[in-house]
């Protein structure tokens, strides 16, 4: 397959891992009156997890044995995953849609950066200012200090953090992994320590609109999953990457949609410079990437 199919590739799982991800966002955070977080991701774990399983059966990929190299990096993966997980989803039990995602929205300049930090990737100068305005722009949505602060969107922040390193690893992977054996692995490591930390809070009864939205969560999650680690193993990482800003605007749209929030210009500004400045990043990658392969 060629370079620049492989990067189109890419591309289209990464934007159809935002739809997943985002719309199960709207559908937790539409229990979140109604359930403890532990008890709903472990609901939505299960169901998730079913649904997983039997589409590895399908493919053959419960069968896979990986190498114990890429077990290590599935562990490390897993436990980045549910660091995400937990710190996203307490910051959008408490806060509005689009300024969670908003903040979420810094991820490829986070990648970017660790990219260069850990995998050896060049990045000049322009672009680490790009970033630092970008890092910006995300100070501006969460306003620590302020009157508008509000202290949950530094789980989101955290949240930053751990998808960066979720995405990293899942570039390390060894070609012959099954993405859907890693994502079976996540979701169901994700279930389990939802169900232990949910013995810590009240379980509640679950009405049958509460159930029927974790079964659609569940289902966005295994199409975010999946997604999301197909993405980062093809093409290009600084090709992919900024196709995540498609969540900003599903977010936005849900959230005026189910939720009625509409965001304040600080997150609009906030926004605003941080897709541009990712934009840039992008833009600079490419122009690099060019100039080599025009030199080879």
């Known amino acids: 397959m060629s370079h620049s199919r492989e990067n189109m590739r890419g591309a289209l799982f990464m934007m159809a891992s935002m739809a997943g991800f985002t719309l199960n966002d709207t559908m937790i955070k539409l229990v979140s009156d109604d359930l403890q977080l532990f008890q709903a991701v472990f609901l939505r774990g299960i169901v998730a997890t079913l649904l997983l399983g039997a589409l590895a059966w399908h493919q053959g990929a ?11 990096i599935i562990g490390v993966r897993t436990f980045a995953e549910v660091g995400a997980t937990f710190c996203f989803l307490t910051a959008l039990f408490n806060m509005p849609l689009a300024n969670a995602t908003a903040i979420l929205q810094s991820l490829p300049l986070a990648v970017t950066l660790a990219a260069s930090l850990f995998l050896g990737h060049t990045v000049g100068w322009k672009r680490y200012l790009a970033i630092a305005i970008g890092f910006t722009g995300m100070l501006i949505i969460v306003r620590p200090g302020t009157e508008g602060f509000n202290a949950y969107a530094l789980w989101a922040v955290a949240a930053v953090g751990f998808v960066t390193l979720r995405d990293l690893l899942s570039h390390k992977l060894a070609p012959e992994t099954p993405s859907m054996f890693v994502a079976l692995f996540t979701a169901a490591s994700v279930m389990a320590l939802a169900g232990v930390a949910a013995t810590t809070q009240e379980w509640r009864a679950v009405p049958v609109d ?7 969560a569940a289902a966005f999650i295994l199409v975010g999953y999946i997604s999301a680690v197909t993405a980062m193993r093809h093409g290009e990482i600084a090709f ?8 900003l605007i599903w977010a936005l749209l849900l959230g005026l949609l189910v939720f009625g929030d509409i965001p304040d210009r600080y997150t609009v500004i906030g926004s605003l410079i941080v897709v ?14 060019r100039r080599q392969r025009s030199g080879d």
């Open 210 to 216: 509460t159930m029927v939205y974790l079964a659609a």
């Open 240 to 247: 992919v990457s900024p196709f995540r800003y498609s969540a």
């Open 62 to 72: 419960l069968s896979f044995r990986p190498t114990r190299r890429d077990l290590k």
């Open 276 to 289: 541009a400045t990712g934009i840039y990043t992008f833009h600079r990658e490419r122009r690099i990437l």
